[in-house]
């Protein structure tokens, strides 16, 4: 029900609304081709990803110390509320605030993502992992439908004609997230133990000491170490597909309110049925294989997007046609989101096959910095590429990182990562055995 629940800011102020509404009509065309509304855009988020990337080692300490991730995720949830219904005062002009405003809380929002995530391993066996990681993604994607789909109908585009009724996004997607949200602080458990030798010491200290422990054992799994770095770029593309696309709709393709909305609706329905439909593909033919695919996917998916004003162009002049890009991108849309749900999923059951049980969290928790260090670079990367040479060219940086991370991913082994898993499982309940034998 989290899942469910936070789409709502996910969709309605990153992708869909709110930044299209803060690049065009907040900051506004200054420079030519929204190059700077866009650089500003792309700082906010990474400067929240980053605050994540530098204080999510600190929480998880607290977090262990206190047995306290409700607690933490209560908080999280409660700013992001709070920051996102203030999004209204955000009107024409007000950039500082809408800026301020979107870094407090996309932080908030993404620490909330690391809190939730801790309690995956909680949640069945390593061997279901990926099947409650796809029926997550996909629950968020209907809650997103939900969400989203309601305000595109009843509050209008993202104009600065139709402002009046559009800054309302801010109070409904907050409202939405209120309320969605509630189950889960009403019967989600808190199954931790409190560890007062962590009570007593310095959070800083503890997370440095967790980060370098972490980084030493990552050498014992090898495959899992270098899948991260695979992930690091695969995210880095994703993260920049959702910041950017549906503003580099309303930028570049230039499409009217009711082909955003269309296309919005196959975006949420194609990526709930890749979540579960590669779910299944993964039980045949196994997670690396279905994580690649889906990267091959994205790879077609970026060169379609930014080849479509071109393609729309040559078929019109070759056949005596005339179509509209925005027509030929919402084609493009389902290639998208068949490989948004999918490839978010695979990812985190290869890291939960690379897991042994007693490290799952642990290395979850890995996962999701690596995660959001990926938002840094990819989101700043493409801020500052479009500066340069517009959006539309840009984007190809996404086919880019999407091609580095297949190709680092080619030399991980499957079955040999899943084995060092289970080894080193075998080898803690020997020496547990053998102390409590002792």
Not at 121 to 132: A, F, H, T, V, Y
Not at 134 to 148: N, V
Not at 251 to 279: H, K, P, Y
């Amino acid at each position: 029900m989290f899942d469910f629940a936070n789409q709502a800011y996910t969709l309605l102020i990153i992708t869909v609304v709110f930044g299209e509404l803060f690049t065009t009509v907040i900051v506004g065309d200054r420079g030519g081709n929204y190059r700077l509304a866009n650089f500003l855009w792309s700082l906010a988020l990474a400067v929240s990803y980053l605050m994540v990337v530098l204080t999510a080692p600190v929480c998880g300490a607290a977090m262990d110390a206190h047995a306290a991730k409700k607690h933490y995720l209560f908080i999280s949830y409660l700013i992001t509320v709070a920051t996102t219904a203030m999004l209204y005062f955000v009107a024409p002009g007000y950039v500082v605030l809408g800026f301020l405003l979107i870094v407090v809380s996309n932080y908030a929002y993404s620490m909330g993502e690391s809190f939730i995530a801790a309690f995956l391993p909680e949640l069945g066996p390593p061997s279901d992992l990926g099947k409650i990681s796809g029926f997550g993604w996909s629950l968020g994607y209907i809650g997103g439908l939900f969400a989203a789909g309601f305000t595109l109908m009843v509050l209008g585009e993202a104009t600065a004609e139709n402002f009046d009724r559009i800054r309302w996004v801010g109070p409904f997607a907050a409202a939405f997230f209120l309320v969605a949200a509630l189950p889960t602080f009403l019967w989600l458990k808190e199954r931790g133990v409190p560890r007062p030798h962590l009570a007593n010491a310095s959070y800083l200290t503890v997370a440095r000491r967790r980060i370098a422990s972490t980084l030493r054992e990552l050498r014992e799994f090898r495959d899992l170490a270098v899948f991260l770095v695979s992930l690091l770029f695969s995210m880095a593309g994703i993260y920049i597909i959702i910041a950017f696309a549906f503003i580099y709709g309303a930028q570049v393709i230039g499409w009217d309110e009711s082909v955003r909305n269309i296309m919005f609706i196959i975006v949420q329905i194609t990526a709930a049925a890749g979540a579960l439909g590669f779910g299944f593909i993964q039980d045949r033919i196994g997670a690396k294989p279905t994580y690649i695919g889906t990267l091959l996917l994205w790879i077609a998916a970026i060169i379609a997007i930014w080849g479509t004003p071109t393609v729309t162009a040559f078929l019109n002049a070759a056949l005596g046609m005339d179509m509209e890009a925005q027509h030929l991108f919402l084609a493009v849309g389902t290639l998208a989101g068949l490989s948004l749900g999918s490839s978010q999923s695979a990812s985190r059951v290869l890291v939960g096959l690379f897991s042994p049980n007693g490290k799952s969290a642990e290395f979850f928790g890995f996962w999701g910095l690596a995660n959001k260090l990926a938002g840094v670079f990819g989101i700043i990367g493409l801020g500052v590429l479009q500066s340069l040479v517009g959006l539309q060219t840009s984007i190809l940086l996404c086919a880019a990182l999407f091609i580095v991370a297949v190709l680092i991913c080619l030399v991980v082994d499957q079955r040999r990562g899943e084995n060092a898993a289970r080894t080193w499982r075998a080898a803690t309940d020997q020496t547990a055995s053998s102390s409590r034998n002792g």
